[in-house]
């Protein structure tokens, strides 16, 4: 149990790590390192959990789609943008690989799909709450 505790641990601090990288490139998508390890944090340390939910980039990037509230338009299209981009290398990578190509078009649509419609959207004001 102890050996799970540490992986924990770890990947949420890379998460964090991660997470605050992305936060300021914006090639780097922040969101999903951040839940990422508010995910690990939440299973591995009270302390860590408490820790990471007071943090400046927890309540600015995570705090309200945690809380069911929704993301600001802001967030959802810097997402998408940044996970388009992303797609894109790899798209054009595979080349040779047209399954790949379809595979991928078909992750990218339900990305967009579920950021336009799964998720709610948010006054930038309700975000702050």
Known sequence: MKIKKI???ALGCIG????????V?????????LLLAAFCFARSSERLDRWFKGT???KENLESFVQGKGMTKKTKVRIMVTVT???SIGFVMMHAVPVGRI?????WVFHILYFCFGV???SADEGDI
């Open 120 to 122: 709610r959207t948010i």
């Open 56 to 58: 400046k980039l927890y």
């Open 25 to 33: 490139l914006p090639l780097l998508p922040a969101f999903p390192f």
């Open 7 to 9: 992986g924990y641990i």
């Open 85 to 87: 981009l992303l797609m």
């Open 16 to 23: 964090v790590g991660l997470g605050a990288v992305g936060a």
């Open 103 to 107: 595979v991928l078009g078909g992750v």
